[in-house]
């Protein structure tokens, strides 16, 4: 499995175990003393209800970050047409120092954004990828120095808006609709103050509802911003109202 060799690779370079395992005991030890801090996901409600988790609370944890690179500098009706896109792994357990540095950051999967397109192509992309990280999650990796197997538990994928909406399933376009993935605010109501509205958020149940309607109706329909089913639905840990963080940096440097 190639995610299970990258990270046994990564935890045999010198002092990254040792490091990792360290960080880890301190977060806890720390979280011990004041559960009103929380300095990871380990410490979060929907760590309290995660498949893995809630069984083994001692699970190193990892997240996922997508995006598209483009390998060309083209302008204008042809700047797509070189983009790629990358699937990375990190381990959230590294020190905050350590897990910064690029080779900290693992590879899982690259591929044409445009062959992303057809829905079946993602399934091809995609189901290995969940396979293999569900494998990780389930038997975790034996550690011959420690003489144990240590368990591992996916957190988020992270990316930018568009990433995001994209691998969840929810619309590309944030004119028009209900364009967030966390809540029902629509494109109407986005200049109103939140002192004079409240927008109800989206919940896992009704979510999945949504995207069995729009998988009925089977007409490329968007119904209340949702496209379609994730093709990261089926990853243990993962749910497309749940996983998928906002983008604070893009939001703040591109005044949204």
Known sequence: MPIQSSIQQMLNKPDVLTMLIKNVNENVNRNTIDKDLMFNYRHALDAKQHEVLKNKPDALLFQLYIDDIGLTNPIGAKRDTQKITMVYFQLEDLPDTVRSMLNSIGLIAMCHSSYLCNKLNRKKIFDPIIEDLNALQSTGIFIPTLGYHLNFAFTILAGD???????????????????????????????????QISHPRRITDQHNYIVQQVIDLDNNAVLQGVVGRSPLANLIGFHAVRSLPNDPMHDFHEGI
């Open 161 to 195: 808006h568009l990433a995001s909406n994209d691998i969840g399933g929810f619309q590309k376009n944030f004119n028009t609709g209900e364009f967030c993935r966390h809540c029902h605010i629509n494109y109407d109501q986005k200049l109103i103050p939140l002192n």
